[in-house]
């Protein structure tokens, strides 16, 4: 039983770190805009909801994952009020923003759980709900400036450490909590941004609010793969187990992830031309 629990403890940790630390490189050597895209991919849901399956079981992954849509509802309140909390204190010292952010972050996120909890969702319901939340905040975004990273952190042995620190600590600290809390709020919780929010720390200590408001405005825009990969979930885990229910869920998000990346750049190339 224990040597089980270590090896999904390392396992957690070593795909939190990889995940934490490609998105906050990718942020720096490609852009802030592609890491906000590419951060609405199924990586941290994916990471908590294949562990809840493996820790909990397929049925509770799978009520977790109906849950986990009226969750991404509360990633958006959670990064709304980050955005709005970091531009409020854009003059004040960091010391005083990067708390006083996630403590408001955090409140939203907890705030909008709490009236989701309460709601007796379905597969249907929870699917065109968060819908309608992701049409909004790219309403509520789209006045954020695109910015890009001129002057990158050079990566040091104390610079990845940092991040990878991070990043395990609060993989850790969400996932664990489903072991007790039920399916409903396991599937709140496996919404939270759990890869997203350490690489905004990471690009708000490093860089200021430019690029972190630009990851903000543009992860709505890649939520569509997460929206249809917990979809794909709640099929595919009851039907073909959660190793390959992963593959298959992993299989249709990129499908669009593709297809949305390709629409833009033939948008902006028709821009140009």
Known sequence: ?????????FAKLAVSIAVVLGLSILAERVGPRAAGVLSGYPL??????????????????????????????????FLYAYYMASRLLVERR???QLPISSFAAFGAFMFVSWI??????????????LLVAMMLALILFRGIENV???????????????????ASLIVLGISGI???????????????????????????VSYGTGPLHTVIRNFPRGMGALWIYILAVT???????????TLLSFAVATI??????TLVWMREKSVRA
């Open 94 to 96: 960091l010391i005083v």
């Open 256 to 261: 669009y992830l593709i297809a949305y990346s």
């Open 148 to 166: 890009r990273i001129l002057n990158r952190v050079r990566l040091t042995r104390r610079v990845v450490l940092f991040r990878a620190i991070l």
């Open 116 to 129: 989701c909890q309460q709601i007796a969702f379905t597969r249907l319901s929870g699917a065109v709900t």
């Open 1 to 9: 039983m224990w040597e089980v629990l270590v090896t999904l403890l």
């Open 178 to 204: 489903a072991a007790w809390v039920g399916p409903k709020w396991a599937g709140l919780f496996s919404g939270f941004p759990v890869t997203l929010y350490p690489m905004m720390l990471i690009l708000h």
């Open 44 to 77: 941290g849901t994916a990471i908590l909801l294949y562990f809840i399956g493996l820790e909990q079981g397929i049925a509770f992954a799978s009520e977790s994952a109906v849950y986990a849509l009226p969750g991404l509802i509360a990633t958006l309140a």
């Open 235 to 245: 099929v595919t885990y009851p039907l073909w187990g959660i190793n390959i229910g």
